[in-house]
């Protein structure tokens, strides 16, 4: 990574990005990711004035060069900070990478976009990445590290990952991140908070709320939800964990959707930042996570009893602890 | 859509005209496997939505039908038949750009254009509401995220370019 031989501290210091969804209906998410991160000794950075990434489906579909405009002026933002930029969502990460790859690739396209961005002052150069916080912790944090700073061991908590479409596709544009057809790097880094990542049929189905498909026909988006979700009930997973505030918001609301159509799902959606956040010992509170559409007491329960016999144990630790010193 | 077709329906400029972006002619290396519309999940929900079809459709020509086609925005954009596609169809940015055709024709959903007008208008294509101002403060952050929303000067720098761009004149309601 060019940062790391420029400056070995830039690793550790990025801009952090917030897209839409994570701070105007997801906060939680928002407030999350900046306290995990804080804990694990990465500075996030305010990227003040950063817009929508824009809304892959809709942009890229609509015109590209009003595409790549906006997205290079989120990069150039970053650019300004010398620091790379930080994603929390699968649709940030994939509509900011893109653009950010072909920029680097394409001189006409680099060339196009940069004539606009004359007409606000701005101009880019090239020399930010674009990082997604699971890839980032994947490769420069490690579950290991991640491991040690655990409070509160998450034993017992059976979790479906979502690893959702745009962290992992199209690979030619992800580096580093092994399988697209098999990942792993999510699952290690939510068995290091002490739950077990286990795998399921349809693991790495869409959520279906991508490309525009979610606000345009809703009633079809959901029945790849629902496919999903069947799954999850049969499996008796605790809760569904991911990297996109999309996709949580498709299977949060989702559930509440076809709830009224009969169905009875139950379970809770975290971000990796909100599980890594309860680790870590935060509430379920704290971390929003009862701000959710879909809550279950039972999930809540397990966590408190999570936290109790954690705080037990530390008591039990520290007069000993105390001895030592 | 699967009514036989009369040569005078062909569109012998469309396909020069959808490849105007690198990469995009290898839609004619299709040899039919099926592989792309075999993964698709959307295709598994609703079977009138076939990748396949408009790439095929495509080398044919057949612009109006691709065109109007309202199943061309079904494609959730996960992605996974291109990452599969033997011959390394770009069938996603294919499709994309399909719709980028459409639009120029005036073919646009509403759900779409009501998703540009909130970016246009607030830098946000989801802008915060009453109830997340107040779940942010409750969470103890600011009452705004700090993006456009909390600098005005910085959505006009958005505004500004998304004109540049003529996205408002593209978008303009009806």
Redesign the interface.
Same mark, same amino acid.
């Given at each position: 990574m060019s940062t790391e031989s420029d400056n070995g501290k830039k690793s550790q210091s990025l801009s952090l990005f917030?897209g &839409?969804?994570a701070?105007?209906?997801y906060?939680?998410i !928002?407030?999350a990711s900046r306290k995990v991160m804080k804990d694990l000794g990465v500075d996030l950075h !305010?990227? %003040?004035?950063?817009? &929508?990434c824009? +809304?892959?489906?809709?942009? %890229?579909?609509?015109? *590209?060069? +009003?595409w790549l405009? /906006?997205a290079s002026?989120n990069i150039v933002l970053s650019e300004q900070m010398d620091m790379d930029l930080l994603t929390v969502c699968n649709g940030c990460y994939g509509s900011l990478g893109e653009a950010n790859h072909m920029l680097l690739h394409?001189s006409d396209c680099k060339d196009k976009v940069n004539k606009?961005?004359s !007409?606000?002052g701005?101009e880019y150069k090239g020399n930010a990445k674009v990082r997604h916080i699971i890839e980032f912790l994947e490769k420069d944090v490690g579950p290991k590290a991640i491991k040690e700073k655990v409070t509160v061991p998450l034993d017992g908590i059976k979790v479906a990952v979502h690893y959702g &479409?745009?962290m992992i596709?199209?690979?030619k544009e992800k580096e580093g991140l092994g399988s697209? !057809?098999n990942p792993r790097f999510f699952d290690a880094l939510v068995d290091a908070t002490g739950a077990k990542s286990v795998d399921y049929e349809e693991k790495l /189905? &869409?959520c279906? +709320?991508? @490309?525009?498909?979610r606000? +345009?026909?809703l009633g079809?988006?959901l *029945?790849?939800a629902e *496919?999903k979700l069947d799954i999850l009930k049969k499996g008796e997973f605790d809760c569904i964990v991911d990297a996109c505030p999309f996709c949580h918001l498709q299977y949060d609301s989702g559930q509440v959707q076809l709830n009224k159509e009969g169905k009875d799902y139950r379970i809770p959606v975290l971000h990796y930042s909100q599980l890594l956040g309860l680790a870590l010992g935060y509430s379920s509170n704290?971390l @929003?996570i009862q701000?959710n559409m879909t809550t279950n007491p039972a999930f809540e329960e397990k966590i408190i009893a999570l936290q109790e016999k954690a705080k037990e144990k530390a008591q039990e630790q520290a007069p000993e602890k105390a001895k030592e010193a | 859509m699967t009514d036989p077709i009369s040569s005078s329906e062909i569109d012998k400029n469309f396909f020069g005209e959808l490849t105007q972006?690198?990469g995009l002619e290898k839609a004619l290396l299709c040899f039919n496997c099926s592989g792309c519309s075999t993964g698709c999940?959307?295709k598994?929900? =609703?079977s009138k939505f076939d990748i396949k079809k408009y790439i095929r459709m495509a080398g044919l020509g057949m612009k109006n039908q691709i065109l109007n086609d309202p199943y061309l925005?079904?494609? #959730?954009?996960?992605?996974?038949c291109? =990452?599969r596609c033997p011959e390394g169809v770009l069938n996603?940015d294919t499709l994309?750009r399909m719709? #980028?055709m459409a $639009?120029r024709e005036g073919i646009?959903?509403s759900?779409?254009r =009501? $998703?540009?007008h909130f $970016?246009l208008d607030t830098?946000?294509?989801?802008?915060?509401?009453d109830s997340?101002r107040k779940?942010?403060l409750e969470?103890?952050?600011s009452e705004v995220?700090? #993006?456009?929303?909390?600098?005005p =000067?910085?959505?006009e720098?958005?505004r500004?370019?998304?004109k $540049?761009?003529e996205?408002d004149a593209? #978008?303009q309601k009806e």
């Open positions: 917030l &839409c969804v701070p105007n209906r906060p939680g !928002e407030f !305010e990227l %003040k004035g950063a817009s &929508c824009p +809304a892959p489906g809709v942009f %890229k579909s609509f015109d *590209k060069t +009003a405009t /906006m002026r394409d606009n961005l !007409e606000v701005l &479409c745009h596709r199209p690979s697209a !057809e /189905m &869409c279906g +709320a991508g @490309g525009g498909a606000s +345009a026909f079809a988006t *029945k790849l *496919k704290e @929003g701000m | 972006e690198k999940p959307m598994d929900i =609703e925005w079904y494609c #959730t954009t996960c992605y996974k291109q =990452e996603v994309l719709r #980028t $639009v646009m959903l759900a779409h =009501e $998703v540009a $970016v830098g946000h294509a989801v802008p915060i509401n997340n779940k942010r969470l103890g952050l995220p700090p #993006t456009v929303h909390m600098y =000067e910085a959505y720098q958005v500004k370019l998304l $540049v761009c996205f593209l #978008t």
